[in-house]
């Protein structure tokens, strides 16, 4: 077994290709459109489709525009060389950076979190680039 995908629910599927794409650095896979049922989708990653990377699924359910994010999901971790300069580019391609890099609360793991365009939070780790778990470049 292996991880596939995560699903998110999204208000705005351009919006959320967007950021994911333009802020976060991710590629966008391929697309779908599903006139009968009223929903698009679009799947996001660091890959290039390999079957070995998990994606992110972004569920547009046409004519919702917001979600309750509910308490139990609690955010989507990317690993990155420099938390510090990877909220810097954030910053700069308009992201909202919601916890600046710092060691994490009783550790020393340096850590941050984004925001996305939907509210899900995403945290940026700290990590050697050869680690597994690798994400934003």
């Known amino acids: 077994m292996r991880l596939l995908h995560t699903m998110l629910r999204v208000g705005n599927l351009q919006r959320s290709i967007d950021f994911y794409t333009k802020v976060l650095g991710m590629n966008l896979l391929r697309t779908s459109e599903n006139p009968e049922y009223k929903y698009s ?5 660091y890959g290039n489709g390999n ?5 992110i699924e972004l569920t ?6 917001s979600y309750e994010l509910g308490t139990a999901y609690g955010h989507i971790a990317l690993g990155v060389p420099d938390a510090y300069a990877a909220c810097e580019k954030i910053k700069a391609a308009g992201g909202n950076v919601t916890r600046e890099a710092g060691p994490v609360k009783g550790g020393t793991t340096v850590i941050a979190f984004v925001t996305d365009p939907d509210g899900y939070k995403v945290e940026l780790i700290q990590r050697d680039e050869n680690a597994s778990g690798g994400g934003l470049r």
């Open 60 to 65: 547009y359910n046409w004519g919702t525009e």
């Open 51 to 55: 079957p070995d990377q998990a994606e």
């Open 41 to 45: 989708l679009a799947f996001i990653g």
